[in-house]
């Protein structure tokens, strides 16, 4: 790339020549600037800017436009030459801190996160004595001293384990272009300063987790007065619900907005692990806006443990009188109260159930420690582990029927994304009755036995929008995984075709399917899942190799990917107990 520029002296310009002497047209800087907006790895941008003088300018600001710092409470080692990170100076995570302090790139700095791990040290002797300790004294006042010198900051994530102070509260406040801020409380119960958290006008998205108001009660009432807010995301610690402690008080949050007459204008709302008394606060907050909602183990459903009835059973006899406009619902509680309030909706587009599940290979291997039972989420970058799986009874399996009627009678000719419960096993009726009343349909995610699911595939043709299709198991039953194993293993042999030329069973299952792919004229499927099982679909077809029968089969390109593959696929990526 350094031989494609020209070089700029004194405003002119000389023609670039590559090594052996020919001279090389050299490339306009905006067709430069475009080769380097479609740049998206750190490592290819850091390259390109050591390269030369006109690319290190023209890329720095985009290098630094996104920084994340990872912090660990250990020593990691390089698996090239076994040496430590940082071996003759700090852990990486200080050396971003102090490029971002001492130099001047934090002038390009848009969006700023740390997350990961950070150690203590001597924190029970300072609890006691009423200290902080001083290495978090530090941490907050480096960060403090990076987030000053960030004039163009729009967005913050604190998501280390241990907490934030005043000090950097307070220099986000002073950042004027701030719109974006998550902040995850530490999950320990250790005394540390609190404060009244100052206001932030410009905020537009806000993201709070881990709530737990007896042990660090910030005030952040303020926070929600933003004028600006849209998109409000409340995680409140799981052990609140767990020890049926009602600490939590929603007109402590909300209460200044009503003594103001004010309401939120939010386009989406979000609600995890949420414990408290029906006060009707939100429903006299909301205007009639939102038109997202997403619930996870914030109400009661069936399934649910007795004693918590006496708590939320006022939510469930309190619905609200008017519905929001709402396009999209996600949520993992199942109830005839929700029922009615999905039939009084119109317009839903969205509608995700979803459920934590056991990794299949970690149940193979029998792990069954308390850290991961049915906490195995499918998508891979859940953040809130300890968030309890909702088991399922019969009561929810049998309203099964009735939420696929009211689905189909209310919401057929609107809904785009689908993803029901996988203990709901549905019939060939059943989906006949799902593709005729849903034609739009972009993703689907149900609960089929295999016999099924080969009648699902002669109808996709009846779905031209369906973009990614998902087969689900039932819950710690790996049936489907393993018998479509066991049927391609049968074809395999019965069609003699020879391993080594396919590279056995995992090619030979994209073999079959891309050649069903193509006889049955999946047009924008591009997604599949059977079980544990993800195929891509391409629309490039292969060419045709004749078999040993002497029969040609055409088929398209069809590759298997893990789960990694389809995180931003929502029917895979929302399938996890997380806001």
Not at 564 to 569: G, T
Request: glycine share 6%; charged share 25%; proline share 7%.
């Amino acid at each position: 790339m350094p031989h494609m520029v020209r070089k700029i002296t004194n405003g002119a310009t000389d023609t670039a020549s590559n090594d052996t002497g020919a001279n090389i047209a050299p490339l306009p800087l905006n067709i430069l600037a475009l080769i380097i907006s479609h740049l998206d790895s750190a490592a290819d941008l850091a390259r390109t800017c050591r390269t030369c003088r006109v690319l290190h300018y023209m890329t720095l600001s985009i290098l630094y436009s996104n920084v994340t710092l990872h912090s660990y409470d250990y020593i990691r080692y390089s698996p090239i030459d076994g040496k430590p990170e940082g071996c003759g100076g700090p852990s990486p995570f200080f050396m971003g801190l102090n490029a971002l302090v001492t130099r001047n790139t934090a002038v390009y700095v848009k969006s700023f996160k740390v997350h990961g791990s950070w150690k203590e040290y001597d924190l029970e002797e300072c609890a006691k004595v009423g200290r902080v300790p001083d290495g978090l004294i530090m941490i907050n006042t480096l960060i403090r001293a990076a987030i000053d010198r960030m004039p163009a900051l729009e967005s913050f994530s604190w998501e280390l384990k241990t907490k934030m102070l005043p000090t950097v509260w307070l220099g986000l406040a002073q950042r004027p272009r701030l719109q974006a801020l998550t902040v995850k409380f530490p999950s320990s119960r250790v005394p540390k300063p609190t404060m009244t958290v100052p206001p932030m006008p410009q905020l537009n998205w806000l993201k709070i987790t881990d709530i737990d108001p007896l042990c660090y009660p910030d005030d952040i009432s303020s926070l929600l007065e933003s004028k600006e807010l849209r998109h409000l995301k409340l995680h409140w610690s799981p052990r609140m619900r767990e020890a049926r402690e009602t600490s939590v008080v929603l007109y402590s949050y909300f209460g200044r907005l009503l003594a103001k007459g004010n309401k939120l204008a939010l386009k989406s709302l979000a609600f995890q692990n949420l414990y408290t008394q029906h006060d009707h606060v939100i429903h006299n907050l909301l205007e009639k806006t939102v038109e997202q909602l997403e619930m996870i183990n914030s109400s009661v459903g069936a399934g649910d443990s007795g004693d918590m009835v006496f708590v939320d059973y006022g939510w469930k006899t309190s619905p609200p009188k008017e519905m929001p406009p709402l396009k999209v619902i996600r949520g993992d509680k199942l109830s005839r109260s929700h029922l009615e309030l999905l039939g009084r909706l119109d317009g839903l587009e969205k509608y995700y159930l979803v459920t934590g599940r056991k990794s299949r290979t970690k149940q193979l291997n029998g792990d069954t420690t308390p850290n991961t039972l049915a906490l195995e989420q499918s998508s891979p970058d859940c953040q809130f582990p300890m968030t309890p799986v909702t088991p399922v009874d019969t009561t929810a399996v049998s309203l099964g029927s009735d939420y696929l009627e009211t689905i189909c009678r209310v919401h057929g000719s609107t809904l785009c994304h689908l993803l029901l419960m996988p203990q709901w096993r549905l019939s060939g009726k059943d989906l006949s009755r799902l593709v005729q009343s849903c034609p739009n349909l972009e993703q689907l995610g149900l609960g089929l036995d295999m016999e099924n699911f080969n009648i699902l595939r002669l109808m996709i043709p009846f779905l031209p929008r369906l973009y990614a299709l998902r087969a689900l198991e039932k819950p710690d039953d790996w049936s489907m995984s393993e018998r479509l194993d066991m049927v391609c293993a049968e074809e395999l042999v019965w069609f003699k075709y020879d391993p080594a030329l396919v590279f056995g069973l995992r090619a030979f299952q994209e073999v079959r399917l891309g050649q069903q792919a193509r006889e049955w004229h999946w047009k924008q499927l591009r997604w599949i899942g059977v079980g544990e099982h993800i195929f891509e679909v391409f629309k490039d077809e292969i060419p045709p190799e004749p078999s040993e029968d002497g029969v040609i089969r055409y088929r398209r390109r069809v590759k298997r990917h893990s789960n990694e593959a389809v995180k931003d696929v929502e029917i895979w990526g929302l399938d996890c107990l997380e806001i």
